[in-house]
């Protein structure tokens, strides 16, 4: 069994898998208390991987499994796609992870990856398995706390997906600004892709992925465990 650790920036989630099938996930806190318990309940892991975008210090997980078993995804590993990228060594894990989903999920077709989370990000891999670049722009919290920290009035707004195209009140207009704002974004830049890409296969995942799935009027594939199943894959790629 493989334990896949990802680790976002507003979240850190675990994912079980036996022989590439994923089992279970769970959210957690990285502290010592809860992963012992986890590893407690889950003698069968064998191997630990860890897609980690926010530096977190995970020496703590040496003294509960075996540190040789423990792996930290960096640029240095063998990807099963090619890169042409001008700065792979700045190339995030959760986009490395993305790319290697698409690429197993969806073996020679052109495949644009929207991750909606902390930050959105858009990920092309061509259907010659190469991941030719991508896009990054700030995500629903981001933006609900740009407002609050670059204005002298405007509060800091919980998120919430409205179908209002205009508020009634500060909130609910804040509220509709940052829901259709990214949600035109993604609807635009859906268009953009599909004007250079033929046959273009389309992924929304993270948060909000279900959702938005059912309103933008694209065929599109809603995969909320896109990332960890690229992660295992690329465990068992390098593995290998």
């Keep these: 069994m493989n334990l896949i650790i990802d680790a976002g920036n507003s979240a850190v989630k675990l994912a079980f898998f036996e022989e590439g099938k994923l089992i279970t996930t769970q959210l957690i806190d ?3 208390d809860q992963f ?3 590893l407690d309940n889950n003698p069968k892991v064998e191997s630990i991987l860890i897609c980690d975008v926010r530096g977190i210090n995970w020496s703590f997980l040496d003294s509960i499994f075996d540190a040789k078993r423990i792996f930290i995804l960096d640029s240095s ?3 099963p ?3 042409d990228y001008q700065s ?3 190339l995030g894990t959760d986009r490395i992870g993305l790319m290697a989903a698409a690429s197993k999920m969806y073996p020679k077709q052109n495949v644009l990856v929207i991750d909606v989370g902390s930050c959105i990000t858009y990920d092309v891999l061509t259907h010659e398995n190469v991941y030719v670049g991508g896009m990054i722009s700030p995500g629903y919290q981001m933006r609900y706390k740009s407002l609050k920290e670059f204005t002298g009035k405007l509060p800091l707004i919980m998120h919430n997906s409205i179908k209002n195209s205009f508020g009634k009140d500060t909130q ?3 509220q509709a600004g940052v829901f259709h704002g990214v949600f035109y974004e993604i609807q635009g830049q859906i268009v953009h892709f599909r004007e250079k890409y033929t046959d273009l296969t389309i992924i929304l ?3 909000d992925c279900l959702q938005l799935s059912k309103r933008l009027k694209n065929p599109i594939f809603a995969h909320p465990n ?3 199943k690229g992660l295992d894959f690329i465990l068992e790629h390098n593995k290998k």
């Design 77 to 79: 590993w063998k990807f």
């Design 205 to 207: 995942t993270g948060g």
């Design 172 to 174: 609910t207009s804040i």
């Design 226 to 228: 896109f990332l960890v």
């Design 81 to 83: 796609f090619r890169v």
């Design 36 to 38: 012992k318990g986890v």
């Design 88 to 90: 792979p060594e700045t």
């Design 30 to 32: 990285p502290v010592f």
